[in-house]
């Protein structure tokens, strides 16, 4: 089974940085574009910051000079590295990935999202 397990969330100080991680785990032949989304309660969810394939990122203005998200294609990893958080930053953060699976059947593409973890930013 193919699935996204999210980690390091936590609570932080306004001004302070977390690191947030997402591994893609089962029968996977390739993984296309990840991406963090954030949710505060009462909102919709919010794409913050995108990753191709090659590297190539993308950025919501608000995070821009403060989040960095990076992939580790051997360990089938993205990450969310944020810094100078502010109160406004607290939200659950979900992690989203383009799959595709190895079959049996063949090449099966999908979309993945992580179970959320909760990054609350203290004033």
């Known amino acids: 089974q193919v699935q996204l397990v999210e980690s390091g969330g936590g609570l932080v100080q306004a001004g302070g940085s977390l690191r947030l991680s997402c591994a893609a785990s089962?029968?996977?032949?390739?993984?296309?574009?990840m991406r963090w989304y954030c949710q505060a309660p009462g909102k919709q969810r919010e794409l913050v910051a995108a990753?191709?394939?090659?590297?190539?990122?993308n950025y919501a203005d608000s995070v821009k000079g403060r989040f960095t998200i990076s992939r580790d294609n051997a360990k089938n990893t993205v990450y969310l590295q944020m810094n100078s958080l502010k109160s406004e930053d607290t939200a659950v953060y979900y992690c989203?990935?383009?799959?595709?699976?190895?079959?049996?059947?063949?090449?099966?593409?999908?979309?993945?999202w992580g179970q959320g973890t909760q990054v609350t930013v203290s004033s």
């Open positions: 989203n990935a383009g799959v595709v699976a190895d079959s049996t059947t063949g090449p099966r593409y999908m979309e993945l």
């Open positions: 990753i191709t394939s090659g590297g190539s990122t």
């Open positions: 089962g029968s996977i032949f390739k993984i296309t574009a």
